[in-house]
């Protein structure tokens, strides 16, 4: 790489976490031509990988790694080996020659969700308290179309957590629009929504949830320009781009724009957080009905959950632009709770799926 000798022959590879603080040096012509963007990896890809860590492994004829694969998006090729490793080993502690299907769900909970913590003592007060806060979540993230399906609630403790909502998207997804966020903003909101609704106290047991949606509301104000104060970016980023952790950001603005700032988010915060109000009383009974399960069976899956709120969630196939006609129109959610509100004296629950 000298620029005197030409090595003719000899093809040099090499990786960084860190492209934006590459010499520039290295990436003259001649020198490293070619730059390949190692994303995370897709549905095939996940399969392929599986493919390769399984491939020591007996597998039972039960295991599909297709299902699997389609299963675990966002994963990484280390959070695949991690997973197939923990099957392996939960396996072996069974005393079985093979892994079976059941042990590959149980140990991708455990990558999710983190370790069952079954021996820690919890009160029924305490347990109540998680199953009502658990039972928001899910109730709201399968009554709005735009969240994530729930892949399985729990209320035996996990990792740091007392209970656990965890949500699976459909697919593979690359870019973010603004419905999902805020979507996303009313189930994380709606943890501490139902304390208050249903037990009229509320608890410490929220302070994750609210770290993560102010997180999303400043992230829609100041980078991706979904507030009311336009398309702009607010603060210069030194991002640790391999880590995705903002390193330290410099502030570009005024103290009134900062000011501004901090309303839109409050403003985001608090529209989703009075949606999550709305849609659990409306439906209060169904979630008292999730709550009791929760703490009957301790763990729901998503056919549980939505046997109880009667909702079923399926990718819509059909990409509709603005203005265009579908040709049977569906009645949504939101078009349902808004001729609701018109009408003002629905009876509770009646914005089931009528199909
Ligand atoms: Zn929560």
């Not at 493919?51 to 699997?68: E, G, M, Y």
């Not at 979507?183 to 009229?200: K, P, T």
Request: hydrophobic fraction near 40%; aromatic fraction near 4%.
């Amino acid at each position: 790489m000298d620029g005197f000798d030409s090595n003719e022959g000899i093809i040099v590879i090499a990786a960084t976490n860190r492209p934006d603080i590459l010499d520039s040096a290295l990436l003259r012509p001649g020198r490293f031509d070619r730059r390949i963007v190692v994303n995370m990896p897709d549905v095939k890809g996940r399969e392929e990988i599986l493919k390769v860590h399984t491939r020591k492994i007996p597998l039972d004829q039960d295991v599909d790694l297709k299902v699997i694969a389609r299963s675990t998006p966002g994963f990484s090729g280390a959070d695949l080996a991690n997973l197939v490793n923990e099957a392996a080993l939960i396996a072996a502690r069974k005393g079985q020659d093979k892994v079976t299907m059941a042990d590959m769900e149980y140990a991708k909970d455990k990558v999710l969700m983190g370790v069952e913590r079954r021996s820690m003592i919890i009160s029924d007060e305490e347990k109540k308290c998680t199953a009502v806060h658990e039972a928001g979540h899910a109730l709201v993230a399968a009554l709005i179309p735009e969240a994530d399906p729930i892949h399985k609630v729990t209320i035996i403790p996990r990792g740091l957590a007392l209970g656990v909502t965890q949500q699976l998207p459909l697919d593979d997804r690359y870019t973010y629009s603004k419905d999902y966020l805020e979507a996303q903003l009313s189930v994380l909101l709606a943890g501490r929504v139902a304390e208050q609704l249903f037990l009229n106290k509320i608890t410490t047991g929220a302070a994750s949830d609210f770290e993560k949606a102010t997180e999303i509301a400043r992230k829609m104000v100041c980078q991706w320009g979904m507030s009311d104060l336009g398309p702009l970016t607010f603060g210069e980023r030194d991002d640790l781009i391999f880590l995705g952790r903002e390193l330290a950001a410099h502030r570009n603005f005024s103290e009134r724009t900062a000011e501004l700032i901090d309303e839109e988010v409050k403003k985001i915060i608090s529209r989703n957080y009075h949606r999550a109000e709305e849609l659990l009383k409306k439906n209060r009974r169904k979630l008292i009905r999730l709550a009791k399960a929760l703490l009957e069976k301790e763990v729901l899956d998503s056919d549980e959950i939505a046997q109880i709120v009667g909702r079923i969630k399926k990718p819509k196939p059909t990409i509709i632009f603005p203005g265009e006609k579908r040709i049977s129109p569906q009645p949504t959610l939101a078009t349902t709770i808004a001729k609701e509100r018109t009408s003002n004296s629905g009876p509770e629950e009646s914005n089931q799926e009528q199909s």
